[in-house]
């Protein structure tokens, strides 16, 4: 295991159209995605949207009711769970209380029947990838939450898998200790090579560890993209919200000029932002832009004009400190309010709400979404 790629090029998953149904509803409603051999795939979003659902129909604790699970190339819909050869951890980690930390390492290889010496090398390594060597003797209720799941992680990748299953695991950890873990798996992972699909309802732990996120909601994929793709250009006011912060900003699109697009709100604010092809003028639409991208000032005399540029004054209703973040709220019209996330660096600009603040941010930051 040492210096080896576990998944030795192996690992490619397919999923075509796969759907499953509990009594008439559509939990997973005919999802298809590629995951390339060695990535870091995420299935992200809320509870209820059919990402559980989706990892355990690929590792085959549920039944595709329709469509196919390809690794590999082979359809493996009909090949039961523990002939698919994955590796899988749990949020409840599923640790044998009655084995040692070694012996539940151990587990998958002596029920491979691999040979004592094998064993003892391939647990050692194991062990050593997850910083448990000390621990080998240890028994699960002397144990912290996090060296349970080390335990979890190094069983499920002690026989070499090429895919690891994981559900949420490190959902019952506090926050510090769970970004530790977020960091060692990403690291384990690039190390072995393997392929690795991912369910979290986190957008931090998603953005911080995928390769490629999947959002899904209501039973289907609605965006597939790098992290940093589809946190700056979501496909839709859901997927904004979804993943982190969003200001949506509503209004009618009054013109469209090399994929530029001009919204105009209620009030009568012109607002510039990005656009594809598919906006016409005269719909309705959301401006979106992400708080950190808007700059804010105290209001003093007049704006330069500047198309590249937006500008809104408003009246600042809302003051939050968030440790590292001060994220000021400013309602610059009747019912619209924008959010703006500042560093925390020189105590604050703003004394008392209700003063009034000047924003912008580029059009360039800014995209126009219509659903």
Same mark, same amino acid.
């Given at each position: 295991?040492?210096?080896?790629?576990?998944g030795q090029?192996?690992?490619a998953?397919?999923l075509?159209?796969?759907?499953?149904?509990?009594?008439?509803?559509?939990?997973?409603d005919?999802v298809?995605?590629?995951?390339?051999?060695g990535?870091?795939?995420s299935?992200l979003?809320?509870?209820?949207?059919?990402k559980?659902?989706?990892?355990?129909?690929?590792?085959?604790?549920?039944d595709?009711?329709?469509g196919?699970?390809?690794?590999? &190339?082979?359809?493996? #819909?009909? @090949?039961?769970?523990?002939r698919?050869?994955?590796g899988?951890?749990?949020q409840?980690? $599923? =640790?044998?209380?009655?084995?040692?930390v070694?012996?539940?390492?151990?587990?998958?290889l002596?029920?491979?029947?691999?040979p004592?010496?094998?064993i003892q090398e391939?647990?050692?390594?194991?062990?050593e990838?997850?910083?448990?060597?000390?621990?080998?003797?240890?028994f699960?209720r002397?144990l912290?939450?996090?060296?349970?799941?080390?335990?979890?992680i190094a069983?499920?990748?002690?026989?070499?898998?090429?895919?690891?299953?994981?559900?949420?695991?490190?959902?019952?950890?506090?926050?510090n200790?769970?970004?530790?873990m977020?960091?060692?798996?990403?690291?384990?992972?690039?190390?072995l &090579?393997?392929?690795? #699909?991912? @369910?979290?309802h986190?957008?931090?732990e998603?953005?911080?560890m995928?390769?490629?996120? $999947? =959002?899904?909601n209501n039973?289907?994929?609605e965006q597939?993209?790098?992290p940093?793709?589809?946190?700056?250009?979501p496909?839709?006011?859901?997927i904004?919200r979804f993943?982190?912060?969003?200001n949506l900003?509503e209004g009618?699109?009054?013109?469209v000029?090399?994929d530029?697009?001009?919204?105009?709100?209620?009030g009568?604010l012109q607002?510039?932002?990005r656009?594809?092809?598919?906006?016409q003028?005269?719909?309705?639409?959301?401006?979106?832009?992400?708080?950190e991208?808007?700059?804010i000032v105290?209001?003093?005399g007049?704006?330069a004009?500047d198309?590249a540029?937006?500008?809104?004054?408003?009246?600042?209703?809302?003051t939050?400190?968030?440790?590292n973040i001060?994220?000021?709220v400013?309602e610059i019209?009747?019912?619209?309010?924008?959010?703006v996330d500042v560093q925390?660096?020189?105590g604050?600009?703003?004394r008392?709400v209700?003063?009034?603040a000047?924003?912008?941010?580029?059009?360039?930051?800014?995209?126009i979404?219509q659903?």
């Amino acid at each position: 295991m040492k210096g080896v790629a576990s998944g030795q090029g192996k690992g490619a998953i397919e999923l075509r159209q796969i759907t499953k149904r509990y009594g008439k509803e559509r939990v997973v409603d005919a999802v298809s995605t590629t995951i390339a051999p060695g990535e870091f795939f995420s299935l992200l979003g809320p509870s209820g949207s059919g990402k559980t659902t989706t990892l355990m129909m690929i590792a085959g604790f549920a039944d595709v009711d329709e469509g196919q699970v390809l690794v590999d &190339g082979t359809d493996i #819909v009909d @090949v039961p769970p523990q002939r698919r050869g994955f590796g899988m951890v749990f949020q409840n980690y $599923a =640790i044998f209380p009655h084995l040692n930390v070694f012996d539940n390492v151990a587990f998958p290889l002596r029920a491979r029947k691999l040979p004592n010496d094998q064993i003892q090398e391939r647990v050692q390594q194991a062990l050593e990838l997850v910083r448990l060597e000390r621990f080998a003797d240890r028994f699960s209720r002397q144990l912290s939450g996090g060296q349970q799941q080390r335990v979890a992680i190094a069983r499920a990748i002690v026989f070499q898998p090429s895919v690891v299953l994981m559900d949420e695991p490190l959902g019952a950890l506090d926050k510090n200790l769970r970004y530790q873990m977020q960091v060692e798996i990403k690291e384990i992972q690039q190390r072995l &090579g393997m392929t690795v #699909v991912y @369910v979290t309802h986190d957008q931090e732990e998603a953005m911080n560890m995928s390769d490629r996120i $999947a =959002i899904m909601n209501n039973g289907r994929i609605e965006q597939v993209g790098r992290p940093t793709d589809i946190y700056e250009n979501p496909a839709s006011n859901f997927i904004a919200r979804f993943l982190g912060e969003a200001n949506l900003i509503e209004g009618t699109i009054e013109e469209v000029r090399e994929d530029v697009a001009v919204l105009c709100t209620a009030g009568g604010l012109q607002l510039r932002a990005r656009a594809d092809g598919n906006v016409q003028p005269g719909a309705r639409a959301h401006l979106f832009v992400r708080p950190e991208r808007v700059t804010i000032v105290r209001a003093r005399g007049g704006i330069a004009a500047d198309p590249a540029i937006n500008h809104a004054t408003g009246r600042l209703a809302q003051t939050s400190f968030l440790g590292n973040i001060l994220r000021h709220v400013v309602e610059i019209e009747p019912g619209i309010r924008v959010t703006v996330d500042v560093q925390n660096a020189s105590g604050g600009l703003f004394r008392a709400v209700d003063e009034t603040a000047l924003l912008s941010w580029r059009a360039a930051d800014s995209v126009i979404l219509q659903r």
